[in-house]
């Protein structure tokens, strides 16, 4: 039989956005879910009763952090990784264009820096004008992450040359020499996630 307080969440489950994370039972039912791991598996490596993360994944009780931080290692997580942040503040960074800083890496090549030290990785849009290189090999620690959205960019890795068209995208081992060129008469732009704080 359904009624419409059987369709209400629980006072728990309404979690307040106010407060700044997630409900820790949502959060549970779909690490738990995606893994195909069952509430008595999820008990078992935790510690924690079944009946006790039923009654969390219902919304029914709150989680001490001791036992949130036992049941976040179950997923390979930590406390604040499991509730989907880490040292960044729940409500969102915004950068407008342009207040982002710009730096000329080479004639005709421009770079927009997006930093995010706390997270430990850096977003670079690279602008290169027709026929721009940049002037040297870039090498440094980490991995980038690199995807064209406008043009067409030769993108030179270890001595070999790579064409990348508009939604190529490319990832490597940023410790080999690597640099980027447009060899054609249109603009091109890149957008890169650097694994590493370079700028």
């Known amino acids: 039989m359904t009624d419409a307080a059987s369709s209400t969440p629980p006072a728990a489950a309404r979690r307040d956005p106010e407060l700044g994370f997630p409900s820790p039972g949502e959060v549970l039912r779909r690490l738990r879910t995606q893994r195909g791991m069952s509430l008595r ?7 924690l009763s079944v009946s006790f ?3 969390l994944e219902r919304g029914e009780t709150d989680i001490a952090l001791e036992r949130l931080a036992r049941l976040a290692r179950v997923f390979g997580h930590d406390v604040g990784s499991f509730l989907g942040f880490t040292q960044g503040r729940a409500a969102p960074s915004v950068f407008p264009f342009d207040d982002q800083e710009v730096i000329e890496r ?12 706390e997270l430990g990785y850096q977003v670079v849009q690279g602008d290169f004008a027709p026929h ?4 040297e090999d870039l ?9 064209v959205t406008q043009g067409t960019l030769v ?3 270890n001595g070999v040359d790579h064409a990348l068209h508009r939604g190529d995208c490319v990832r490597w081992s940023a410790g080999h020499p690597h640099t980027f060129r447009n060899d054609s008469d249109e603009p091109a732009r890149m957008v890169a996630l650097l694994f590493n704080s370079l700028y």
């Open 155 to 157: 993108a030179r890795y």
């Open 139 to 147: 090498q440094h620690e980490g991995t980038d992450l690199i995807i």
């Open 41 to 47: 598996q999820v008990a078992a490596e935790c510690g």
């Open 106 to 117: 080479a004639p005709g090549v421009d770079y927009r820096v997006l930093r995010a030290p």
């Open 132 to 135: 721009s290189a940049l002037g």
């Open 53 to 55: 993360l039923a009654a």
